[in-house]
């Protein structure tokens, strides 16, 4: 049974991300949703062309997950992950890293993309401690967005995520950004921008490539107007990688489970990272829950070194791996498979971009970027 909520106040929630002092003047509340629509507290419907900020492709409200949901909650509602845990969670693990690329076969959950990053981070620093080695510099890009927790705000190449808050991690080194100017209304990969890669060989030659930890990539940088990598940008980034031992860290966060058109961007552009972090689609948005994907060699490298008996990571969250939110997570992957939304995704890209290319002469838009499903005007 659904609670009657009849609230006369908006001040107790501070809204986040948001002009809360506007946002209460002139509220915009959503009441319900269904599939790709959502209706407003006027009565008002809405087409969620943000797709529920990258987290929804098989729409609101899907009734499978709502059952998978309600069915977990009436077995278990909550399991400690610390030293226990409950089928669905394992279950969970298994199913994706099953799509992942392959040497994919652990999974670490947490609850949201933000999590995901500062978990990868933890991640890196010990694989790097087991293998005894100094690597305390991080690298990523400018206009990077890698979440809100303080390792990604560290990450972070958008200056507004930073610029209330001095106080983050130091020893991180930001590449350029590859929009160009120069190359408006890009569908797909852009052909100038290679040389960009050659950003992280300037920090090889000018720091050494043995204090570089790991390097973190959007594959295709989101938050900042969907900015997919040049050609050749990836490949030259992980061989500058692989020479120096660096660690590769792919967010996946918007663009895994289909968005580009394929599972995920490594296999769009043929990169296999070191680790991947997860979140949004993952649950379809229905639960919150991020994950962190990682190879058998960090996954070794980190367990190979604990004593017996001895944690091996010492990490992890009260609610990772959530009954409610593993229960969301299989189900939402039954939906993609059995609904074929991945060959979906694939075949309708080059509908949804000739759409977005017929905007280019308007007078209002000045440049547009896009690739598989996901676009910027």
Known sequence: MA??????SLEEFWIPFTDNKSFKMDPRLITSASGVYMTDHKGGTVIDGSSGLFCCPAGHCHPKIIEAVHEAMQTTTFVSPFGTGHPLSFALAEKVARILPESFNHVFFVNSGSEAIDTALKMVMAYHSALGSDRTRFVSRERAYHGVNIG?????????NRKTFPSVMPNVVMMRHTWDEEELFVRGQPERGVELA???????DNYGGNTIAACFVEPVAGST?????????LERLRQIWD????????????????????????????????????????????????????TDRVHDVISDQAAPGAIEFFHGYTYSGHPAACAAGLATHAIFEEEGLYDRAK????????????????????????????AGL
């Not at 990604?152 to 507004?160: D, E, F, K, R, Y």
């Not at 107007?225 to 940008?233: C, F, N, R, S, V």
């Not at 120096?244 to 599972?263: M, S």
């Open 225 to 233: 107007g969907i900015l997919a990598p040049p050609k050749g940008y």
């Open 243 to 294: 020479e120096n031992g660096i660690l590769l860290v792919f967010d996946e966060v918007i663009t895994g489970f289909g968005r580009l058109g394929e599972k995920f961007a490594a296999d769009l552009f043929g990169v296999t990272p070191d680790i991947i972090t997860l979140a949004k689609a993952l649950t379809n948005g229905s639960i919150p829950m991020g994950a962190v994907a990682t």
């Open 3 to 8: 609670f009657d909520v009849q609230s006369n």
């Open 347 to 374: 075949d309708m890209a080059p509908y949804f971009l000739d759409a977005i290319d017929s905007l280019k002469d308007n007078d209002v838009v000045k440049d547009s970027h896009g690739i598989g499903r996901i």
């Open 198 to 204: 050659n950003d992280l060989q300037r920090m090889v």
């Open 152 to 160: 990604g705000v560290s990450l972070s190449g958008m200056v507004n």
